[in-house]
């Protein structure tokens, strides 16, 4: 719990770093009638934040990979970046430039698996093995050995049976280059 002071020295310190008013307050007179409440400002906030945090509850299992920036292509607003033994796109970021050292972030639901390559809009395209699969709450967790790097892909129950996958199947991976978030190290 905090005290109402409290809550209203972190109110002044953010409208003053924004500075932006986030609250409303009137006073009362003898018999009460005062109150806060959010300005327009202060919900847009508050939505913003609500935002974020399902972002980051639907975001919170991703890949993890170092890598390296080897071009940089403005015109098609596109960067390679290697790893290990394989390169993939991602969106380009104007900060980074060919050498950078990255880590690369690409979440679990956001791995496509496939039996053969497809011609899509999914620019990355992986050749792997399942090395595991774990049931998660009605979620297979898959673990895929690409060349040395392993990738997990979150995948339905429906999906698992149609592929008919099995630790040891070769399978393709697959997504976009917009699916991938970067971190320079």
Request: overall charge negative.
């Amino acid at each position: 719990d905090v005290s109402y002071r409290t809550a209203l020295n972190y109110i002044d310190k953010i409208e003053s770093t924004l500075d932006v008013k986030i609250v409303s307050t009137t006073k009362g007179g003898k018999g009460g009638g005062g109150g806060t409440s959010l300005t327009e400002e202060g919900y847009s906030i508050l939505k913003e934040c609500k935002k974020i945090n399902a972002i980051m509850e639907l975001h919170k299992d991703v890949n993890e990979i170092e890598a390296e920036v080897i071009n940089v292509d403005d015109a098609k607003g596109v960067m390679t970046i290697k790893m290990h033994d394989f390169e993939i796109n991602a969106p380009l970021n104007r900060n980074y430039e060919v050498g950078y050292k990255l880590l690369a972030l690409i979440s679990y639901d956001n791995i496509f698996l496939m039996l053969e390559p497809q011609t899509s809009s999914i620019r990355n395209i992986l050749k792997g093995q399942i090395v595991e699969m774990r049931l998660q709450n009605e979620v297979i967790r898959v673990k895929i050995d690409v060349g040395g790097i392993y990738l997990f892909s979150d995948i339905t129950l429906s999906a698992e049976k149609e592929l008919n996958l099995s630790i040891g199947k070769e399978v393709f991976v697959g997504f976009k280059a917009m699916s991938v978030a970067t971190l320079k190290l």
